[in-house]
């Protein structure tokens, strides 16, 4: 997973909107979003590994992961860290025994964040959202308004954070419905920064320039999946997911609803992507 954009209580109807896309290289093999029935959660799954990017369990928990861009200081010898999210899912949706089990959690990842490459992960109740970013060692609660992740630390001003976030803001407030459809152009948008705007993440040239995109098509690594959910103010969770070709074409749409009060799901075939909410 390598941007996501939050608006928490911006939306009169939706407080809690998330949109995610997930970058990865084409070779590495994965399974689109679907129910996990031993964990009872709603994630997609790498196939290489086990763990996965970004998951929701049907008590309304949430749980992402974006790396954190090192260049040279990736250790393939350390665990995946796509484990990470499975976690917090598996705490989240826990019995309440003990009752300080989030916090124990936390100090978890604090003292354990050595054993995996850098990383983001966000993680918690739809609407009580942290992030952990293990390379500064830093927890963050998501408070009320607009914010961006990717693969630096949270609220990073990168051009295609700060682009994404602005349009975001754009669309919810002058939006009474939310657009959906316009979410996800939004998520599509292939425009890059210019040269003088790049980040400087110990990578080339080439590759800072072809990542600076909030889409990412290339024949090798690109964008695979964008993720959709918004929390209603009625409590009901909706989840929009495509998957995309290496030349960047829509492949596998599917939408979900969950109710966390009765602890369901459904596939649902008949919402459409470009209705407006």
């Known amino acids: 997973m390598c941007i996501l954009f939050f608006a928490i209580e911006q939306h009169p109807k939706y407080p809690v909107i998330i949109c995610a896309n997930r970058d990865e290289f084409h070779?590495?093999?994965?399974?689109?979003?679907?129910?996990?029935?031993?964990?009872?959660?709603?994630?997609?799954?790498?196939?290489?590994?086990g763990g996965t990017w970004l998951g929701l369990d049907l008590q309304g928990n949430f749980a992402a992961l974006t790396n954190f861009r090192q260049g040279d200081k990736l250790d393939a010898s350390k665990k995946s860290r796509g484990d990470l999210a499975l976690k917090a899912l598996e705490i989240l949706g826990a019995p309440s025994d003990p009752p300080n089990k989030l916090s124990q959690f936390s100090q978890a990842l604090e003292t354990n964040a050595e054993q995996y490459n850098g990383y983001n992960l966000i993680y918690g109740p739809l609407q009580q959202l942290a992030c952990f970013d293990s390379?500064?060692?830093?927890?963050?609660?998501?408070s009320a308004g607009f914010h961006s992740i990717c693969n630096g630390a949270l609220d990073d001003i990168w051009p295609k954070m700060a682009r994404g976030q602005q349009q975001l803001e754009q669309l919810i407030l002058t939006?009474?419905?939310?657009?959906?459809?316009?979410?996800?152009?939004?998520m599509t948008n292939p425009s890059q920064a210019e040269p003088e705007q790049l980040p400087s993440t110990g990578i080339s040239q080439t590759w800072e320039q072809m990542l600076s995109s909030i889409f990412i098509v290339s024949p090798e690594y690109g964008t695979r999946t964008t993720t959709l959910i918004?929390?209603?103010d009625k409590g009901e969770v909706t989840i929009y997911d495509r998957s995309y070709t290496p030349e960047g074409e829509v492949t596998q749409p599917q939408s979900f609803v969950v109710t966390p009060s009765l602890k369901q799901y459904k596939a649902v075939s008949s919402i459409g992507d470009n209705k407006a909410l």
Do not use: C, Y
């Open 27 to 49: 070779q590495r093999p994965s399974q689109k979003m679907h129910l996990w029935p031993a964990q009872q959660i709603l994630a997609g799954k790498d196939l290489a590994a």
């Open 230 to 232: 918004t929390l209603s």
């Open 175 to 186: 939006h009474a419905e939310l657009p959906i459809e316009q979410l996800f152009t939004l």
């Open 135 to 142: 390379v500064n060692k830093r927890h963050h609660k998501l």
